[in-house]
């Protein structure tokens, strides 16, 4: 089994709806960070988490919301989705600050 | 702020042939640096960290990386590339004298090699 697993891997929705992207993890990590790839300008943060208590906006956060309801999970909510939040969005995980992250394998997003 | 520049969209290299990712850094104090590759349809993987130490980094899959503080640089190198390598390339940076900040990363180099 996968480190850190995202659910779905792929989604349509359509204008306007609401949608969550799901991350957990077994790594036991308490830095959980949510990451957006779009072609030609790499990955771009999102909000991220360095436990439970604790949400931080990264630099692109207008019209996402998150949720880090254990240690091990740390969702992504969009309120009302729009065809620019089309993307492909990364979970990421890491123990302290001088160490690596551990990425899900993805989930493609189209927002129609 | 914290920033990482790949000036390369794309690299092609001939199989066999040594391959240079290039990656600058800007950071107010000693960074910490990584490399990460992405095939298609996966995430992402680490491949190697510069913390402290060597400036010379040896990773996974035959891939080294030299800190060069004076340029701001950390480079990833492999001295003979494969077809596999073909992928694309990300340098990360964090300023560990910024508190917690997360990595940030470039925006991608993409690798061909040619058989």
């Known amino acids: 089994d996968a480190d850190v697993t995202q659910t779905p891997r792929n989604r349509i929705t359509k204008t306007g709806k609401r949608i969550m992207l799901e991350c957990s993890q077994t790594?036991?990590?308490?830095?959980m960070y949510w990451y957006r790839q779009d072609p030609g300008l790499g990955l771009r943060l999102i909000y991220y988490?360095?436990?439970?208590?604790?949400?931080n906006k990264g630099e692109i956060s207008d019209g996402y919301s998150v949720s880090r309801q254990a240690q091990a999970k740390f969702s992504l909510s969009l309120e009302s989705a729009i065809p620019n939040q089309t993307a492909l969005y990364f979970c990421a995980t890491s123990d302290t600050g001088n160490t690596e992250a551990f990425f899900g394998q993805g989930t493609r997003l189209t927002v129609v | 702020a914290q920033s990482v520049a790949q000036p390369e969209d794309q690299v092609n290299v001939a199989e066999g042939n040594p391959l240079t990712v290039k990656c600058t850094y800007s950071?107010?104090?000693?960074?910490?640096l990584f490399w990460y590759v992405q095939y298609p349809n996966r995430g992402l993987q680490f491949l190697l960290k510069y913390i402290t130490g060597d400036n010379l980094v040896k990773g996974s899959y035959g891939f080294e990386a030299e800190f060069n503080k004076s340029q701001t640089s950390f480079h990833l190198k492999k001295p003979s590339a494969l077809v596999s390598d073909s992928a694309l390339y990300f340098c990360a940076v964090r300023d560990p004298y910024s508190g917690n900040t997360p990595l940030v990363f470039g925006k991608g180099t993409r690798l061909s090699v040619i058989a």
């Open positions: 790594k036991g990590h308490d830095r």
């Open positions: 950071v107010s104090g000693n960074p910490y």
């Open positions: 988490s360095f436990d439970v208590k604790d949400i």
